[in-house]
């Protein structure tokens, strides 16, 4: 069944810090979650259209959300890339590597299909996301020398060679011209850590259509975004296959950037449930105890894809 996707390719200017750690030696993601896609979303909407407006976009998503974001993942020579589900079992070295496959493998996961020797040929390839490590020091704010105790860290960056991002959304009527002014200033404006020296800034955003073949026959539901489940979804979220993410970091608010949110476990990308309608939730992140003039959320909202919850097995 052909269904007609949006999507937004974003290429870097430069490396991105994603970090998750938080230490002397700080790592990066790979990917941009949705919550962290988000976070940046509404930080330029609300440099936009201001405070009252942001506050009226978030209280829609009580109702039926006004905008729906996956993750943000690979777009390489024109192909977009998907993570693997994980009701896939990996038989062999080369398969547990496997993190993203090109679409029409992905396609074919989503039907049914186990992993075997045709998706370890369309997996991303090598070389195209790179990490690496730069050493920083901590400066400080009342004698302008390096902090004695700790100053020295380790930063975590992202790099894509030839490559970009991109990210699958809906967006209500009312909201789209809105939502696509944001993106733009968010490319300017970056996303995730380190912004004010230049990290997470990307060219001018490019949206367009994809068409995606899914199955007809599907009985379960594929998560390509971050998932904090919302009151009455629970009751068999144990029977799928999937793996937690605890989420945490600092507030980025024009009127606080240094309190931390507080922490919350979340169900990963590429986790897959049986049965339908995961709608999920925005969670209430705001630190305790710490007088700030608005709320601050976490996005768990889910975008999903449907597909088949057990993959064939050779033999059966």
């Given at each position: 069944m052909m269904t007609t996707l949006n999507a937004c390719i974003l290429k870097p200017k430069g490396p991105l810090h994603l970090g998750q750690r938080e230490g002397m030696r700080e790592g990066t993601e790979t990917l941009v979650h949705s919550d962290t896609l988000f976070s940046a979303l509404c930080h330029s909407f609300l440099l936009l259209y201001g405070r009252a407006e942001l506050e009226r976009f978030l209280a829609a998503f009580g109702s039926t959300p006004p905008l729906l974001i996956s993750s943000a993942y690979c777009h390489c020579q024109d192909r977009f890339y998907f993570p693997v589900p994980h009701n896939q079992i990996p038989v062999g070295k080369e398969q547990k590597k496997i993190r993203f496959v090109m679409q029409s493998e992905f396609e074919k996961l989503l039907a049914g299909k186990a992993l075997d020797e045709e998706t370890v040929q369309a997996k991303l390839p090598e070389g195209v996301i790179t990490t690496d490590d730069v050493p920083r020091v901590t400066v400080s704010r009342l004698t302008g020398t390096a902090a004695e105790e700790g100053g020295f860290y380790h930063l975590g960056q992202v790099w894509l060679h030839n490559a970009a991002f991109f990210f699958l959304y809906e967006v209500k009527p009312e909201w789209?011209?809105?939502?696509?002014?944001?993106?733009?200033?968010?490319?300017?404006?970056?996303?995730?850590?380190?912004?004010?020296?230049?990290?997470?800034?990307?060219?001018?955003?490019?949206?367009?259509?994809?068409?995606?073949?899914?199955?007809?026959?599907?009985?379960?539901?594929?998560?390509?975004?971050?998932?904090?489940?919302?009151?009455?979804?629970?009751?068999?979220?144990?029977?799928?296959?999937?793996?937690?993410?605890?989420?945490r970091g600092y507030v980025y608010s024009p009127d606080n950037r240094s309190w931390r949110r507080k922490a919350v476990g979340m169900f990963a990308e590429g986790s897959v449930f049986p049965g339908g309608n995961h709608r999920g939730m925005l969670v209430d992140v705001t630190p305790d105890r710490v007088l700030l003039p608005h709320p601050v959320y976490r996005y768990g909202v889910a975008f999903t894809l449907p597909c088949r919850f057990r993959p064939e097995r050779r033999g059966e």
């Amino acid at each position: 069944m052909m269904t007609t996707l949006n999507a937004c390719i974003l290429k870097p200017k430069g490396p991105l810090h994603l970090g998750q750690r938080e230490g002397m030696r700080e790592g990066t993601e790979t990917l941009v979650h949705s919550d962290t896609l988000f976070s940046a979303l509404c930080h330029s909407f609300l440099l936009l259209y201001g405070r009252a407006e942001l506050e009226r976009f978030l209280a829609a998503f009580g109702s039926t959300p006004p905008l729906l974001i996956s993750s943000a993942y690979c777009h390489c020579q024109d192909r977009f890339y998907f993570p693997v589900p994980h009701n896939q079992i990996p038989v062999g070295k080369e398969q547990k590597k496997i993190r993203f496959v090109m679409q029409s493998e992905f396609e074919k996961l989503l039907a049914g299909k186990a992993l075997d020797e045709e998706t370890v040929q369309a997996k991303l390839p090598e070389g195209v996301i790179t990490t690496d490590d730069v050493p920083r020091v901590t400066v400080s704010r009342l004698t302008g020398t390096a902090a004695e105790e700790g100053g020295f860290y380790h930063l975590g960056q992202v790099w894509l060679h030839n490559a970009a991002f991109f990210f699958l959304y809906e967006v209500k009527p009312e909201w789209k011209e809105k939502f696509e002014a944001t993106v733009r200033l968010m490319c300017d404006e970056g996303v995730g850590g380190y912004r004010t020296v230049g990290k997470g800034q990307f060219y001018p955003p490019e949206f367009r259509q994809i068409e995606l073949n899914l199955p007809s026959s599907a009985d379960a539901e594929l998560l390509l975004s971050l998932y904090y489940p919302a009151e009455g979804e629970t009751a068999r979220l144990a029977e799928g296959w999937y793996q937690l993410i605890f989420r945490r970091g600092y507030v980025y608010s024009p009127d606080n950037r240094s309190w931390r949110r507080k922490a919350v476990g979340m169900f990963a990308e590429g986790s897959v449930f049986p049965g339908g309608n995961h709608r999920g939730m925005l969670v209430d992140v705001t630190p305790d105890r710490v007088l700030l003039p608005h709320p601050v959320y976490r996005y768990g909202v889910a975008f999903t894809l449907p597909c088949r919850f057990r993959p064939e097995r050779r033999g059966e």
